[in-house]
């Protein structure tokens, strides 16, 4: 499991986040007869596919508002950054296999009905999601007779990409604000600061603190490869940083292409290999925060001289378009 992973599911181990998951993105109004007081971690492990167990799903249970016996409803996340074609076999497994314990453990009676499993799987990479979201979906075609004994289980996926930002912005919801950062190109600090708003609370002190570490040592680190970023522990100190070091990260970004580039170059014995170097750099950072580039846009780094290549490498920092770097010019 990758660090940021990691950190996001430290994230939603507070039940704030999973509250504002649930009311912000689940859909329904049978959300409001959830007791959200009644929210605890489950500790149980899930089998792996070696007969091991994998204790880094993200799982909750909270009970129904006025229900004398406990209906659970258990939340599991799977937090992905790359299009996993067999998800549903995942999920499938992960979901029979906390049923299995529930049903062997001591709250479990003789004649009582199962709580409800609500698998969500929160993406944020940059490709569109084209798995398929039943398991049934990814069985060969049956006779009609077979087919009512098939399985049927169904994800609930959350893409930060397919939300607008000025959407996510409305909602005023704090893992709306983590989306809207998934997705934005650049450094866009309006999310961080609506983030700080949403959470300056005494009861989110803890929360707040864990926001600030993901976003320096995690969220910023994967959009600037390369670049020392200050940490922080205080989340509204996140923003005034970005803002002062904005400069000194494109000069570090700079230096770092020359770096390179120099080493590109004594490698190769020639000037051009020093130009290489610093086109590679540059064609490595637009691709991690825009995706696949155009073969223009290669042709146009790759081709480019030095000067133009260190120019557009300071733009870069804060740029949340291409256009914005090649052309310097805002959208």
Same mark, same amino acid.
């Given at each position: 499991?990758?660090?940021?992973?990691?950190?996001?599911?430290?994230?939603?181990?507070?039940?704030?986040?999973?509250?504002?998951?649930?009311?912000?993105?689940?859909?329904?109004?049978?959300?409001?007869? =959830?007791?959200?007081?009644?929210?605890?971690?489950?500790?149980?492990?899930?089998?792996?596919? #070696?007969?091991?167990?994998?204790?880094?799903?993200?799982?909750?249970?909270?009970?129904?508002?006025?229900?004398?016996?406990?209906?659970?409803?258990? =939340?599991?996340?799977?937090?992905?950054?790359? +299009?996993?074609?067999?998800?549903?076999?995942?999920?499938?497994?992960?979901?029979?296999?906390?049923?299995?314990?529930?049903?062997?453990?001591?709250?479990?009676?003789?004649?009582?009905?199962?709580?409800?499993?609500?698998?969500?799987?929160?993406?944020?990479?940059?490709?569109?999601?084209?798995?398929?979201?039943?398991?049934?979906?990814?069985?060969?075609?049956?006779?009609?007779?077979?087919?009512?004994?098939?399985?049927?289980?169904?994800?609930? =996926?959350?893409?930060? #990409?397919?939300?607008?930002?000025?959407?996510?912005?409305?909602?005023? #919801?704090?893992?709306?604000?983590?989306?809207?950062?998934?997705?934005?190109?650049?450094?866009?600090?309006?999310?961080?600061?609506?983030?700080?708003?949403?959470?300056?609370?005494?009861?989110?002190?803890?929360?707040?603190?864990?926001?600030?570490?993901?976003?320096?040592? +995690?969220? =910023?680190?994967?959009?600037?490869?390369?670049?020392?970023?200050?940490? +922080?522990?205080?989340?509204?100190?996140?923003?005034?940083?970005?803002?002062? #070091?904005?400069?000194?990260?494109?000069?570090?970004?700079?230096?770092?292409?020359?770096?390179?580039?120099?080493?590109?170059?004594?490698?190769?014995?020639?000037?051009?290999?020093?130009?290489?170097?610093?086109?590679?750099?540059?064609?490595?950072?637009?691709?991690?925060?825009?995706?696949?580039?155009?073969?223009?846009?290669?042709?146009? /780094?790759?081709?480019?001289?030095?000067?133009?290549?260190?120019?557009?490498?300071?733009?870069? /920092?804060?740029?949340?378009?291409?256009?914005?770097?090649?052309?310097?010019?805002?959208?």
């Amino acid at each position: 499991m990758g660090q940021h992973d990691s950190a996001y599911k430290l994230l939603f181990s507070y039940p704030h986040l999973v509250e504002s998951l649930l009311r912000g993105f689940v859909p329904g109004d049978w959300i409001d007869r =959830l007791d959200f007081q009644s929210l605890e971690t489950v500790s149980e492990a899930h089998p792996r596919d #070696n007969l091991g167990v994998r204790y880094d799903d993200v799982i909750w249970r909270l009970g129904w508002r006025g229900s004398d016996s406990w209906v659970y409803v258990y =939340l599991m996340l799977e937090l992905q950054s790359t +299009v996993e074609s067999f998800m549903a076999v995942r999920v499938l497994d992960y979901a029979g296999g906390l049923y299995r314990k529930i049903s062997k453990s001591t709250e479990a009676q003789r004649g009582s009905l199962l709580p409800v499993v609500l698998p969500v799987v929160l993406y944020r990479g940059q490709r569109a999601w084209t798995a398929a979201m039943d398991i049934f979906d990814l069985i060969a075609p049956a006779p009609s007779e077979v087919t009512p004994y098939l399985p049927h289980l169904r994800y609930l =996926l959350i893409d930060a #990409n397919a939300f607008p930002a000025d959407r996510l912005a409305a909602m005023h #919801n704090p893992v709306a604000c983590l989306l809207w950062l998934e997705a934005s190109r650049g450094l866009d600090t309006r999310p961080i600061d609506e983030l700080d708003q949403l959470l300056d609370v005494p009861d989110h002190a803890d929360l707040r603190r864990a926001c600030a570490l993901w976003l320096t040592q +995690v969220f =910023l680190p994967s959009r600037l490869p390369g670049v020392t970023v200050k940490q +922080v522990k205080k989340l509204e100190e996140v923003s005034p940083m970005i803002a002062e #070091n904005a400069i000194d990260w494109s000069a570090q970004w700079r230096e770092e292409g020359r770096h390179e580039g120099r080493q590109e170059g004594r490698q190769e014995g020639r000037q051009e290999g020093r130009q290489e170097g610093e086109a590679a750099i540059l064609l490595r950072q637009l691709t991690r925060r825009f995706g696949t580039l155009s073969p223009i846009v290669e042709d146009r /780094v790759r081709t480019a001289d030095a000067e133009q290549l260190l120019e557009w490498g300071d733009r870069f /920092v804060a740029a949340t378009s291409l256009h914005q770097i090649f052309d310097g010019k805002a959208d």
